[in-house]
């Protein structure tokens, strides 16, 4: 059941951009942003939390949770470390996710060729 709901709430996020895409035509750069942006809105109501849980990967492998793992990270940090904590805390659960995208990045260059 849980491979179905993942799915099922994956599938749903995916559907929502493509559709988007296609008949709005706005761009894969502005869907990214705009996944990014309602990822952390629903952060902020405390529903993608909920979402996950429901779902599991549904929710975390999509560019939305990228959004919501940065609000939380700078909530969680502003509410022990105040101000400074808001701005710290935004890299700190997302840290470990962009180095590995970036040295995943540098290894697939250096195996495959580049197109230019």
Known sequence: MEFISAFIIGGTICLIG???????????????????????????????????????AGALVPISNFGHSMTHAAVESALEDGFLGLLTGLFNLSASGLSFAVFSAFIISLIFRPRG
Do not use: R, W
């Not at 942003?33 to 629903?42: A, N, R």
């Open 18 to 56: 493509q559709l988007l895409m296609d008949k709005c035509k706005l761009l894969p750069i502005h869907i990214t942003v705009l996944f990014v942006f309602i990822g952390s809105i629903l952060e902020a109501f405390n529903i993608y939390d909920s979402l996950i849980t429901l779902s599991g």
